[in-house]
Nanobody
Framework: QVQLVESGGGLVQAGGSLRLSCAAS????????MNWSRQAPGKQRELVAT???????NYADSVKGRFTISRDNAKNTVYLQMNSLKPEDTAVYYC??????????WGQGTQVTVSS
């Protein structure tokens, strides 16, 4: 099992950057695919980025070229570097373990607000 705690959210102006972190408990972290998803008010949860145990990545078209997912297995942490932020990126961002189509384990979320 794994427990996830997100941090790094906040308020930033359009065009700015934020770096989100997701700290995982448990020794199984390095064996898990990890994901970042987001949910804005009134919208469905959206898968933003995925990174496999081998470091392969996938991104939603809406963030491709602006966001970078990475992981540090020694620190049991997955990151989401967000650059060139847009107001439409405003959402609660969640990390999740496992394949994108599996239930997995979710963190509590961290709020990202991008002002125009």
């Amino acid at each position: 099992q794994v427990q996830l705690v997100e941090s790094g959210g906040g308020l930033v102006q359009a065009g700015g950057s934020l770096r989100l972190s997701c700290a995982a408990s448990g020794s199984i972290f390095r064996l898990l695919t990890m994901n970042w998803s987001r949910q804005a008010p009134g919208k469905q949860r959206e898968l933003v980025a995925t990174i496999t145990t081998g470091g392969s990545t996938n991104y939603a078209d809406s963030v491709k070229g602006r966001f970078t997912i990475s992981r540090d297995n020694a620190k049991n942490t997955v990151y989401l570097q967000m650059n060139s932020l847009k107001p439409e990126d405003t959402a609660v961002y969640y990390c999740k373990s496992g394949s994108p189509d599996s239930p997995g384990t979710w963190g509590q979320g961290t709020q990202v607000t991008v002002s125009s």
